[in-house]
């Protein structure tokens, strides 16, 4: 089954999905009671966090220095030609964008105590936190992009070789 709207539909539709997730679990700890305790964590632990969104944000940067890297090859004029050149971008710029905003804000609460800064860093916190595993995923998926384009170069060459005369 094929889905209609593409890989660059399936991404938006990604995200999408992290954002209600994250509007969710907002909610759920609004509605539970939580939210105080959740702002209350949050504000003394936002060094950590904001350490914890600084390295995911360097994980981002070297991300895209591979994908750059990777475009001036073989290998990124297959994913052109497979329309995944942007999709892989915009996931990483994405991530950079988010663990970039994620960490400033946690450094601001560290040092400004301010109720709506607070809320403004546990969204991103949330938000952060679910991106971090599918930043992860297709950090993984961007690794193994070398070994898939040879497995399908090879498997071209095989079919090359069967269809040949002689």
Do not use: C
């Amino acid at each position: 089954m094929r889905l209609s709207f593409g890989m660059k539909g399936l991404v938006v539709y990604g995200y999408l999905a992290e954002f209600l997730l994250a509007v969710l679990v907002l909610l759920f700890l609004y509605l539970v009671g939580w939210s105080e305790i959740v702002d209350e964590f949050f504000e003394q632990s936002a060094g950590g966090w904001a350490t914890f969104f600084g390295v995911m944000l360097a994980g981002a940067m070297a991300a895209l220095q591979v994908l750059f890297n990777l475009s001036n090859s073989e290998v990124g004029a297959w994913l052109e030609w497979k329309k995944l050149g942007r999709s892989f971008s915009g996931v990483f710029i994405f991530s950079l964008v988010l663990f970039l905003v994620a960490t400033v804000t946690s450094l601001a609460v560290v040092y400004i105590h301010n109720a709506w800064l607070t809320r403004l860093g546990v969204v991103l916190w949330v938000l952060g936190l679910i991106n971090s595993f599918n930043f992860s995923v297709f950090r993984y998926q961007l690794s193994r992009l070398p070994a898939v384009f040879n497995l399908e170069m090879k498997k071209i060459a095989e079919a090359q070789k069967q269809s040949s005369p002689g």
